[in-house]
């Protein structure tokens, strides 16, 4: 068919996206070119440059131009903003991105990120430890579709979260202290897993097996009735285990309605369950290997967002978690139960006028844990808790960002309270600005301050291998950062350098090494210097061959420790991952047939004590490794089958010190999506 061509394509610019008639590009018949106006594009989401032209399959292009717009769309403030006006470094994994890798879960999708440290302590999600830029997993706020779900008993159940795969959108990383964004949490960071609220497909279904009776299933289905979308989403997932006492299950279900009422306006219900039962073997002690657990998580949100030019943004919540933990499987030795309850509400108003963008916005956070061993004595014990203790945590934030001509300038700070501290506001300032050059290049720079409170665990927890003192003080975190970044349609690359110091870090630590336990304590400061880089390639556009979509994505970061520890004898504290380098290459193989590559090498800096046989025998360096993984993807029709082989050369490694990991795990599936 013969289409029309324009010898002379105006460009026009937007400074701002609105979401609404994009219908209006397709009626230009021009290029229109996505004006970047503020903060730094983030290097993993490609937005090219979008050519409106009137084709037969307008429809279909539609589509395209309104999936891209919204994609640019992440919440790295208080509000949704569009990911040209965020001034913080940040990661978005796609839905996409996560269909090409080689993975079961969360937490082994976020081993491709090498921003993030994943400390697995059992495969496919059992149990993790995630930190950012060095910090531990204590100091990351972790978010579902923006509610706050950080776990106040400990970091280490911070990832027991209702979701599957299969409900992920996007995932959003912002590095570095972020307390004005996500609350006095985020010391280091901040994880943002944002679920699917469409209805593209009526139902989707997938199961998988393999190595060490590796068993797993996802259901999931959506309807839209009236005003309201739907969806439920049901997921399991078992193994025997590739160690004595690594065999797990893991259950979740995940409800979610989103009322669309007048004005653009919404509302969205979440309500969520996961269990999990799993063999710890030596976890959290090399002395008692036969260790166990099992917890369950309760979550239930809802949040609205009303208004455009003032946007009014409620939210209500509630999360429970339920743990029991065995020093030794199936005895009452070491046996711990316990409780945690968070419940909170938040209120951002955000206001948009000739002056910049305002954002005023306050929470009430509610935290309290019954337990066998956290907390203070009842007067009278609660069914099987004995113990019990609660605090709350108030903040109010406001910040304001003006843009002008190349430059973008935004200035804010959180006020918070927490009841552990009497009488006592805190202040957490943050400053960015951003200059942009030319059209591909994008330079910023921020400034922030952030603070987390101690856990419960960190306050009361005792056991032969540890003790906690209810006397420590919240950390303290202060963070500067520069970075640049350059993109166009076949390549974009960044590179940031980042400082930050530490104040009253809280780690494990004894005198002697022939203690037997490990005392909480406040370190007097940690500092954190290192660099991000980063660069993608677009194969698809220079080797068709290869598939349209086939892409490299390198990256690498290097950071360096100094902390004061007194001379103790330390956990956590210094080792940390001093490189990381990740490599995803992605491309077809004939047709329906794909492969994605995903390569890892990184060094742990410290020592842990090396057990054999239950005996110490000395301290040992963490070594350096590498592995590689590899998914093949086949589609047909809407038939999907998939073979994941991890490990490719059976790597022998540990993440945390006495705890192996898998080697070589092969497993396949097949799914199927309903239209």
């Not at 950080?150 to 307390?179: C, K, M, V």
């Not at 540990?654 to 080697?663: E, M, T």
């Amino acid at each position: 068919m013969n289409r029309k061509h324009f010898k002379e394509r105006p460009v026009y610019r937007f400074k701002r996206f609105v979401r609404k008639a994009y219908s209006a590009f397709n009626s230009m018949h021009r290029i229109v070119n996505i004006g970047v106006v503020r903060g730094c594009a983030i290097s993993f989401l490609t937005v090219s440059t979008i050519t409106a032209q009137t084709t037969t399959d307008g429809e279909q292009q539609q589509k395209v131009l309104e999936k891209e717009l919204d994609e640019v769309m992440v919440t790295a403030s208080r509000v949704e903003t569009p990911i040209n006006q965020t001034a913080k470094l940040v990661t978005v994994i796609t839905k996409e991105q996560i269909e090409q890798s080689p993975v079961r879960s969360i937490q082994d999708l976020l081993v491709y990120a090498a921003n993030i440290d994943v400390v697995q302590r059992g495969g496919h999600g059992v149990q993790a430890d995630i930190s950012i830029r060095g910090g531990s997993f204590d100091q990351n706020a972790v978010l579902l579709n923006g509610v706050n779900l950080s776990n106040a008993q400990t970091g280490h159940y911070s990832f027991d979260i209702p979701i599957n795969l299969s409900d992920i959108e996007r995932i959003e990383i912002i590095h570095g202290p972020s307390a004005l964004i996500y609350g006095s949490s985020a010391f280091s960071g901040g994880i943002n897993i944002i679920t699917k609220k469409n209805t593209d497909y009526k139902a989707y279904a997938s199961v998988g097996s393999g190595m060490h009776k590796l068993r797993g299933m996802e259901v999931r289905g959506t309807a839209k009735t009236g005003m309201t979308t739907n969806s439920l989403s049901v997921g399991y997932n078992s193994s025997d285990g590739y160690i004595a006492n690594s065999d797990y299950d893991i259950y979740n279900v995940l409800w979610q309605t989103r009322f669309r009422l007048k004005n653009e306006s919404k509302l969205d219900l979440q309500l969520g369950y996961n269990d999990k039962k799993y063999g710890a073997n030596t976890f959290y002690s090399p002395k008692f290997p036969n260790q166990y657990e099992r917890t369950s998580t309760y979550t239930g949100s809802l949040k609205g967002e009303f208004g455009s030019k003032l946007k009014i943004v409620p939210i209500i919540y509630w999360n429970r978690h339920h743990d029991q933990y065995d020093l030794v499987k199936d005895t009452d030795y070491g046996r711990n139960y316990h409780r945690s309850d968070t419940y909170g509400a938040n209120l951002i108003f955000s206001y948009r006028s000739k002056l910049g963008n305002t954002s005023l916005g306050g929470e009430i956070r509610r935290e309290d844990i019954m337990s066998t061993n956290l907390g203070m004595l009842m007067v009278e014990p609660h069914r099987k808790y004995t113990k019990y203790d609660d605090r709350t945590n108030a903040s109010v934030s406001l910040e304001h960002t003006y843009s002008i001509e190349q430059f973008v300038l935004s200035a804010g700070a959180l006020m918070n309270h927490n009841t552990l501290q009497d009488n006592q506001y805190k202040f957490y300032p943050s400053v960015s600005a951003t200059y942009r050059p030319t059209d591909k290049v994008n330079i910023s720079s921020s400034w922030s301050k952030s603070t987390r409170v101690p856990t419960f665990t960190d306050m009361y927890y005792k056991a032969p291998t540890h003790i906690g003192r209810n006397d420590l003080k919240p950390e303290k975190s202060e963070s500067l950062e520069l970075g640049i970044k350059y993109k166009d349609n076949l390549f974009s690359a960044y590179l940031t350098g980042f400082i930050q110091w530490g104040r009253d870090i809280i780690d494990w630590v004894k005198e002697n090494p022939a203690d037997e336990a490990y005392t909480a304590w406040n370190l007097s400061k940690i500092d954190t210097k290192g660099v991000e880089m980063g660069a993608k390639f677009r194969i698809g556009d220079i080797l068709p061959a290869l598939g349209g979509k086939s892409s490299l994505a390198l990256d690498y970061i290097r950071m360096h420790q100094d902390g004061d520890t007194k001379g103790l004898i330390s956990i956590y504290s210094l080792n940390y991952l001093r490189d990381k380098f990740t490599a995803k290459f992605n491309h077809q193989i004939y047709k329906g047939l794909s492969a994605g590559w995903y390569f890892r090498f990184q060094k742990r800096m410290g020592t842990y004590e090396k057990y054999e046989n239950l005996i110490k025998v000395g301290d040992e360096h963490y070594p350096a490794f590498s592995t590689l993984d590899l998914k093949l993807n086949y589609e047909y029709k809407d038939v999907v089958f998939n073979l994941n082989l991890n490990n490719l050369y059976d790597t022998h490694y540990f993440d945390r010190g006495n705890i192996p990991q898998a080697g070589f795990w092969l497993m396949g599936g097949i799914s199927y999506t309903f239209r």
